[in-house]
């Protein structure tokens, strides 16, 4: 199993991002794919995820900035992000997730700064 993210880099305050994640090894379009992110000294936690069906759900702070979306066809999830802060710098990692399975990509920087 692979998750490979790619997108990831140095933006402006204000400025657009689009993560993309491809994965192999799985039957992709069973499983929820999510976006974490984790700051220097802090712990990983979910901007968004969408299941099998469809079905979005986001952090607070990235709600109407960030967009989830997938091509099953692809095996590819994406992460849009708008008018990105410099609180949005991280490391952004892929994640696969099926009932007691999980898969991690390795991450992509992401460092908003003027």
């Known amino acids: 199993v692979q998750l490979v993210e790619s997108g990831g880099g140095l933006v402006q305050p204000g400025g657009s991002l689009r993560l993309s994640c491809a994965a192999s090894?799985?039957?992709?379009?069973?499983?929820?794919m999510g976006w974490y992110r984790q700051a220097p000294g802090e712990a990983r936690a979910l901007v968004a995820s969408?299941?099998?069906?469809?079905?979005?759900s986001y952090t607070d702070s990235v709600k109407g900035r960030f967009a989830i979306s997938r091509d099953n066809a692809k095996n590819t999830v994406y992460l849009q992000m708008n008018s990105l802060k410099p609180e949005d710098t991280a490391v952004y990692y892929c994640?696969?997730?099926?009932?007691?399975?999980?898969?991690w990509g390795q991450g992509t920087q992401v460092t908003v700064s003027s």
């Open positions: 090894g799985i039957m992709f379009s069973s499983y929820t």
């Open positions: 994640n696969a997730g099926r009932f007691f399975t999980s898969y």
């Open positions: 969408m299941t099998s069906g469809g079905t979005t």
